[in-house]
């Protein structure tokens, strides 16, 4: 496959969700990798009734990362703009991009790990519960309780080539996949995709982490 010119903004956003400090409190440190779409029905309901609910009692075991990207394709025009054709139309394709701007903003608001990634699960939380995941990202931004200064950062940053070569980047991400895509959501668990994990995950995601903590917490029990 072609390899698209990334333009440095999607450097910043993979390097840092992790690598300045440690990224969880306990041990295992569990990585898991959501690749998704705003309008997929499936990514929707693993969003928001498995990762969202199980996440507070997990958190200091889990490494989560975004890709908002999913079943789509990416083409570098010759005006060298990028345009996007998005599995279930523009309006995913809108809310990919806007979902990815929001994570993209709150990654580097220069708060600790725990609070970005926090932050991170409880806004895209907020989109894909929402009526219409394309366009919640403003409205999510605020109740989620980021500042002015980041919501525009995040409005700046969906009207802007910034945005479209985040996006980009997350297509680079997803075609890299190994095997590749053919489901949405996929759910890599440490960077090694299983259809046994995947299944696990979408219907009892807090188990399937559980059952990778050999001391396992409290929570655990519940």
């Known amino acids: 496959m072609m390899r ?16 300045a400090e440690s990224p969880c409190k306990s041990s295992p440190c569990i990585t898991v990798d959501v690749y998704y779409e705003s309008l997929c029905g499936d990514s929707m309901m693993f969003i928001r009734n498995e990762l969202v609910p199980s996440y507070p009692d997990l958190k200091d075991y ?32 809108q809310g990919n991009k806007a979902q ?15 609070e970005k990634q926090s932050l991170a699960v409880a806004f ?18 605020k109740t989620t309780g980021l500042s002015e200064e980041t919501r525009k950062v995040i409005d ?28 949405v959501p996929t759910i890599i668990l440490d960077g090694v995709y299983s259809k046994e994990n995947q299944r696990a995950a979408e219907s009892n995601f807090k188990k399937l982490i559980c ?9 655990c029990s519940k």
């Open 156 to 183: 700046d940053c969906i009207n802007s080539e910034k945005g479209d070569a985040l996006l980009a980047g997350y297509g680079e991400k997803t075609h890299d996949l190994n095997p590749a895509l053919t489901s």
């Open 124 to 141: 895209i939380g907020c989109a894909m519960s929402s009526d219409n995941p394309g366009t919640a990202v403003p409205e999510c931004a």
């Open 62 to 93: 889990l490494n989560i990362n975004f890709i908002p990207y999913g079943k789509a394709s990416t083409k570098l025009e010759e005006s060298k703009k990028y345009s996007f054709t998005c599995q279930h139309g523009p309006v995913e394709c």
């Open 4 to 19: 698209l010119p990334i333009i440095s903004a999607f450097v910043l956003l993979c390097g840092s969700n992790a690598n």
């Open 211 to 219: 059952d990778r903590i050999p001391d396992k917490p409290a929570a």
């Open 100 to 114: 990815g701007c929001g994570y993209d903003a709150i990654l580097n608001s220069g708060k600790t790990y725990e």
